[in-house]
């Protein structure tokens, strides 16, 4: 009987012709008479019966009377304008809500007048609930004539879906499809957790899981749809990668809801009704080359209620109510690790082993393989598509030949049955890069000489050739779409930064675009001013912000320097490095800027060179042969510079240039003591804090030296007030050690202590290994005094071979004590004792020893 409900799993009928379908068309309002004449005409043409109230006699009261042509009708169409209508005596709504609200049994069409400016306030906000709460869509119309089609259409899908519906589906399908997962999750916990918290908050209606290619966003997404099946009427996977364009993206929607194409309705309107009152979650996995789409799949959230979405895409969706969560490398064991267990037990090494299994079964991390296996997930920075691909090689390739070939990373091939986009390292960057405009490619091509990241006026002072591209415009598209990520290195600015894989696919775009020379040049220069304005920051209130900014600047600092060597640029090179020479001292890195400048003073360019520039790079040259135990070497070109920074009184370079020739003068010279006053002097009218505390520490030793510990102990107070007032932590550190030393000769052990706690702090908050080997020394020191030998041997072990590693010696002014202390530790030990614990000190390392000594010392006290 029309009207009725259908028998559970019985199929229901078209009615035959003597029962025919009774459709109500809603409103009796006269501004809609077109409309309704134009609904009973279609409505009649498909030999369906039309209901329409006012065809009715009015013996009974009203409402009684549409209530009662409501029950008999199997279809209620509503057609709103601007008028919301009549409310009657004792009701408290109009009858035009009334009969929408009677027909919640029936199926229903709705149909709303897109010219509607006049529209009552009452008939805005019953439209609105109509969006929101039911489980129909409202069509919009212009005119009596579309309408009539829209109806006549509707009608006939209605008919085909509800009428003469197909079979329901079978069990397990109803609920969604999910594909199986290829791989075990590993890690990931808190992102799982974030995901699965934001979708069971039933106000969050999109979450999208973005970052680069590889980073393992499906697999995070199908572990959240998983955890979230049993909460949820349905969950279906929508796959987006094989599409190509945008238009496709409601077919492949419809087609994993199941829903097919009827009439000339919409897909997503279709889909919509489908969805609509149901609790459902709708994953679309990568959506980044169809991001055109996605405001139309959006929409289903409006008016479908209970939908959420969890996508996954390289770029962000940028729709209105998106939560973020971003995916990023999975966790590398930590710097210097060795040891088996604790490099087992990091995700990226746990993924690596899951994969390496399937290829070898017997594959395990051992003590032998876990140093190469942690370089090699380090090298591969912890990206997961990487790590698999390079896992499936250790059945012929052990860890420590992966290590030596993974400059081939980019094209090592996976699974035959791999998507196409993942096949390689460089198909699924490729794929990100294809969907970059010619702005951002150029400039993901140039950010490529960027070894270490690089800040905005970096990226501003390399990406640009002629304002050919806005650069803060191109690399916010890089950054939306994963290719480039923003970090905060502590420097004040964000840096932006490259996965290693991507940059290197990057570099060979910029090659191919044969712009990596000039664009080499460009960031030289660029680092030539941040080199200038560092060396003066470092003296300002901004000091540490300066320090965080070359600590990151560092790789690309040396690239740079390396670059204008191989260019012939000595005057660049002077430009990059002597500003900051007391940070690279600061790092240990002596040794290596002190080649630099041998490299530099041989090109021809040298000669070139102005006054200046000539007289730094001869100091620079003569520091390094100092620190490399070198004083004859070192010599001649400190006599040169002090000759010509005297000629041209340039204080600054005389004082260094006095300070340096008396550290190649023996310590029993005469002269040192007038040398290094001479030295002082220079700088003080120079007006450089940091350099007048250099030149007192070797002032002071000379002192020391004497047996005046008096007035080594004012030299090196005033030294350390100066760089107090500097927050040099480095020299700060030097001082400190200095200042234990002179307690120590002159008897005073628990100052000593307290000094060498404090410089032991700094040593370790600036990682100064130079510095560190100094303290050591102090603490070799104390132990022989409190009677521990074996411990003051292993400490004085650990200093030596920390200058080793460097390449440096101990300073000229205290080789003697440095010696004599080598002595008593020897007398105290014996011979064969003293090598053992030496070697033991350093094998242990610095740090290691550090820590022994200091627990030492607290047990003492």
Known sequence: MPGAAPRPGVRPAIPTHDQRLRVFVSSTLEELAAERRAVRDVIAGLRLTPVLFELGARTHPPRDLYRAYLDQSDVFVGIYGDRYGWVAPGMAISGLEDEYELSRELPRLLYVRRAAADREPRLTELIGRMQAESGASTTPYDSPEQLA??????????????????????????????????????????????????????????????GPGGIGKTRLALAAAETLVADRDAVWWVDLAALRDPDDVPAAVAAAVGVPAEGHRPLLDLVADRLAGRRVLLVLDNAEHVLAAVPGVGSLLSRCPATQLLVTSRSLLRLRGEHDVPLGPLALPEPGERRAAPVAASAAVQLFTSRAQRADPAFAVTEDSAAALAEVVRRLEGLPLALELVAARVRTLPPSVLLSRLDRALDLAGDVDAPDRQR?????????????????????????????????????????????????????????????????????????????????????RLRERGEERATRERLARHLASVSAAAGIGLNGPEHRLWRARLDAEATDLQAALRWAVEDDRADLAVDLAAPLARWWWSRG??????????????????????????????????????????????????????????????????????????????????????????????????????????????????ALLAGDVPAAVRAHEEALALVRSIADEHLTATLLDQLALDALLSGDVPSARERLVESARLHREVRDQEGLAYCLDGLAALCLASGDPHLAGRLAGAAEAARAELGVTVWPMLRSLAAQLDEMVRAALGEQDDRRERAAGAAAGPWTALEEGLAALAGAT
């Open 149 to 210: 089609d829209l109806v006549a259409d509707d009608l006939a899908v209605l008919l085909t879906e509800r009428f003469a519906a197909a079979p329901a589906a079978p069990p397990g399908l109803a609920a969604g499809w999910l594909p199986t997962p290829d791989a075990p999750l590993v890690d990931r916990h808190t992102e799982l957790a974030l995901v699965t918290r934001l979708l069971g908050d039933p106000t969050v209606r999109l979450v999208t899981l973005s």
């Open 424 to 508: 390689t390292l460089r198909d699924t960057i490729a794929w990100s890069h294809d969907l970059l405009a010619a702005p951002e490619r150029a400039l993901l091509a140039r950010l490529s000489v960027c070894a270490g990241g690089c800040t905005l006026d970096t990226a501003e002072a390399i990406g640009a050739v002629d304002g050919d591209l806005d650069v803060l415009e191109a690399l916010s598209t890089l950054v939306g779409h994963s290719l480039v990520a923003s970090t905060d290195a502590g420097e004040g600015q964000p840096r932006f930064r490259m996965l290693e894989l991507v940059r290197s696919f990057a570099a060979e």
């Open 589 to 702: 890195e002596v040794v290596p800027m002190g080649e630099m400048a041998e490299a530099t003073a041989r090109l021809p360019s040298a000669a070139r060179l102005d006054p200046g520039a000539a007289g730094l790079l001869r100091w620079a040259r003569g520091a390094t042969r100092i620190a490399q135990g070198q004083p004859a070497e070192a010599a001649p070109l400190f006599v040169d510079l002090v000759a010509d920074a005297r000629e041209r009184d340039e204080p600054w370079l005389l004082g260094h240039g006095l300070v340096g020739l008396a550290m190649t003068r023996p310590p029993e010279d005469p002269q040192l003591a007038g040398l290094l006053a001479d030295g002082v002097a220079a700088l003080r009218r120079s007006g450089d804090a940091w350099s007048i505390a250099y030149a007192l520490v070797p002032l002071g030793d000379v």
